[in-house]
C-alpha cells in the first residue's frame, strides 16, 4: 500500500462501510454542491442514462492558491461526520439525476 501524501484524505482514511459500495456517495447529502451543469458544460453533452446520483470518493486535498475563488462549505472533520450519519442510508433523491 502506498503511503498516503502530505495533506490528503485518502478513500483507506474513511471507513468504507460509510461509503455506498465501500467509494460512492450521494454529493448533496453531505453538503456538496451538484457539478452536473458544469460537468456537462466541460464535456460538451448533457444529461443521459448513463448518469445517476452517486458520486466516487477518490480522496481530498489541502486546498492551494488556485482554490481561492473557490466558496467554503465546511471542514474536513464536518464532512466525514456527514458521510457517517448518512452511511446506510443514501438519499438519491436528493440529486437532481435522481429523476434522469
Known amino acids: 500500500m502506498l503511503p498516503e501524501p502530505p495533506g490528503c ?3 483507506r482514511t474513511v471507513d468504507p462501510g460509510v461509503l455506498e459500495w465501500g467509494d460512492q456517495f450521494v454529493a448533496e447529502q453531505v453538503g456538496i454542491p451538484a457539478l452536473c ?3 456537462w458544460a466541460s464535456v460538451g453533452d448533457g444529461p443521459s442514462d448513463l448518469d445517476h446520483a452517486f458520486h466516487e ?3 481530498l486535498r489541502a486546498a492551494g492558491p ?7 462549505w465546511g471542514t ?4 466525514v461526520a456527514r458521510m457517517k450519519r448518512a452511511a446506510g442510508r443514501w438519499d438519491v433523491r436528493l440529486s437532481p439525476n435522481c429523476d434522469l
Not at 488556485?66 to 466558496?71: K, Q, S, V
Not at 474536513?76 to 464532512?79: D, G, S
Open 9 to 11: 484524505l485518502c478513500l
Open 76 to 79: 474536513l472533520a464536518e464532512l
Open 37 to 39: 451543469e458544469a460537468h
Open 66 to 72: 488556485e482554490d481561492e475563488g473557490l466558496p467554503a
Open 57 to 59: 470518493f477518490v480522496g
